[in-house]
């Protein structure tokens, strides 16, 4: 069986200030593992994924995420966080490609 | 590039009424999936298709069907409709391993 747990439901940080967001996922096998950015009111947008290639990934808008096998974990960092950083993250598994299996997301609060 | 279009973006129904949600996903993309977001919440998975044949079921009420058709489009139907039912519906599609949603429905019953 597949699941991903999101370490923290809210994050808040200053504008510029590194962020870390942190997803530990359970998996049968070799998983796929994505994020996602959900701006207010707005589709899902992929903002990286990892797919048993190198384990450092880098996505979209700055961020990036590094999957380690040994702690099972798949967390997405920044080194600078933006205003329009600002939205719910969502941490995704797969492994069959039939399903994707989402955490409960974590919302991203950037104070200026 | 062409990405998941879901049409209606926004439906009013009534209780008890029926919706039908669409979805046309990316071109040469073998499967699709239906994700339903309560507000505040995760995307919950409806169901999936492969090739135009279900591959996965999740927690889809039995007053919800859907189907993939020939061109790959497929349709979520949704009858009886309650106030729990409100929520924004997605549409992936997927070409393994990566998915891409669509902006979403959103379904409000009054």
């Known amino acids: 069986a597949q699941s991903v747990t999101q370490l923290d439901s809210h994050v808040s940080v200053s504008e510029g200030t590194p962020v870390l967001l942190r997803c530990n996922y359970s998996?049968?096998?070799?998983?796929?593992l994505f994020w996602y950015v959900q701006h207010p009111n707005k589709g899902l947008q992929l903002l990286l994924k990892?797919?048993?290639?190198?384990?450092l990934v880098k996505g979209i808008n700055g961020f990036e995420a590094e999957f380690k096998k040994s702690e099972t974990s798949f967390h997405l960092t920044k080194p600078s966080a933006h205003m329009s950083d600002a939205a719910e993250y969502f941490c995704?598994?797969?492994?069959?490609?039939?399903?994707?299996?989402f955490g409960t997301g974590t919302s991203l609060t950037v104070i200026p | 590039a062409a990405g998941v279009i879901q049409s209606p973006r926004h439906l009013i129904k009534e209780k008890r009424e029926t919706a039908t949600l669409k979805c046309y996903p990316i071109?040469?993309?073998?499967?699709v999936y239906w994700y339903q977001q309560g507000p505040g919440q995760d995307p919950q998975f409806l169901i999936s298709?492969?090739?135009?044949?279900?591959?996965d079921k999740g927690s889809i009420p039995d007053r919800f069907s859907a189907q993939q058709f020939s061109d790959y489009h497929s349709e979520l139907n949704m009858s009886s409709l309650e106030l729990g039912d409100s929520a924004l519906y997605f549409c992936?599609?997927?070409?393994?391993?990566?998915?891409?949603f669509g902006q979403g429905t959103r379904l409000t019953v009054v």
């Open positions: 992936a599609s997927s070409h393994y391993p990566e998915a891409f």
């Open positions: 998996s049968s096998y070799s998983p796929s």
């Open positions: 990892y797919t048993s290639a190198a384990t």
């Open positions: 995704v598994v797969s492994v069959t490609g039939n399903q994707f299996y």
């Open positions: 071109p040469r993309h073998d499967t």
């Open positions: 298709f492969y090739e135009k044949m279900q591959s």
